[in-house]
């Protein structure tokens, strides 16, 4: 069963409070970061899974993609992304990225922002996303670190007086199925290690060009809780290549 918390009002109205939603793409920590792997967009057929509010399809169109599909889950991001971002050579599908069924050499880049720690089975996915690629072509995305992701319930130790101790790191070498703390609901996510990760890039004809473990903006560190975030990485960045 693929979970779509971001379709259930609750969840979906605090997601909808958070600053990479209401600034965009400044308001996200990792942006700075993901920006400076992002490929020449000029004349590109560009996929982006997860879109959520379609901030990267709008980013792909300024800088003159020739084609841009966002694909969500979530029908209430969609409604979002096509009343924020909407453009003629744009368009938006909703479905779970496991679902997709495109041609052979269908896109020049594939990129993905936070989305594939929602997703089971990522070897199946890099093994399409490679199919869809035409050779040469790029694949960029962003998920949560496995150090992040590995003892599931993504919060800090606290001590008696609610002052942070450490971040828990457990069961990393145990891929899989994690129930995770979210905007104060219960979010299924899923694990896995760093090696399969970079791994099933390489056995699936991509050669790696970037791996960048984003630290949080100067600009940033005054807001509260972000000096903590200096103390584990959060996310991780990749991009990577298909071979000719």
């Not at 890099?126 to 992701?149: D, M």
Request: charged share 20%.
């Amino acid at each position: 069963m693929k979970e779509n918390k971001y379709d259930q009002d609750s969840f979906f109205q605090k997601y909808s409070q958070m600053s990479r939603s209401q600034q965009g793409l400044e308001g996200a920590g990792e942006w700075h970061e993901l920006e400076k792997l992002l490929p020449d967009f000029t004349n590109q057929r560009v996929l982006d899974l997860g879109c959520g509010y379609g901030w990267h399809c709008w980013y792909a169109m300024e800088h003159l993609a020739k084609s841009v599909i966002g694909v969500d889950i979530s029908q209430k991001m969609l409604d979002v992304a096509k009343q924020k971002h909407h453009h003629p050579h744009i368009a938006y599908q909703n479905s779970a990225m496991e679902d997709l069924d495109y041609q052979e050499n269908s896109f020049d880049i594939v990129m993905s922002s936070l989305a594939f720690h929602y997703i089971n089975d990522f070897q199946g996915l890099v093994k399409n996303i490679s199919h869809w690629l035409s050779p040469g072509g790029y694949f960029v995305f962003s998920v949560e670190h496995p150090i992040f992701t590995a003892q599931g319930s993504q919060d800090w130790y606290y001590d008696e007086n609610g002052q942070i101790l450490h971040f828990p790191v457990d069961n990393y070498y145990y891929e899989g199925k994690r129930e995770a703390h979210f905007l104060g609901e219960s979010v299924i996510k899923y694990h896995r290690t760093l090696t399969t990760y970079l791994n099933t890039l390489l056995e699936n004809d991509f050669i790696i060009e970037n791996v960048v473990e984003p630290m949080p903006p100067a600009h940033m560190m005054d807001l509260p809780g972000m000096k903590d975030e200096m103390r584990r990485p959060m996310m991780l960045l990749i991009k990577a290549q298909k071979k000719l």
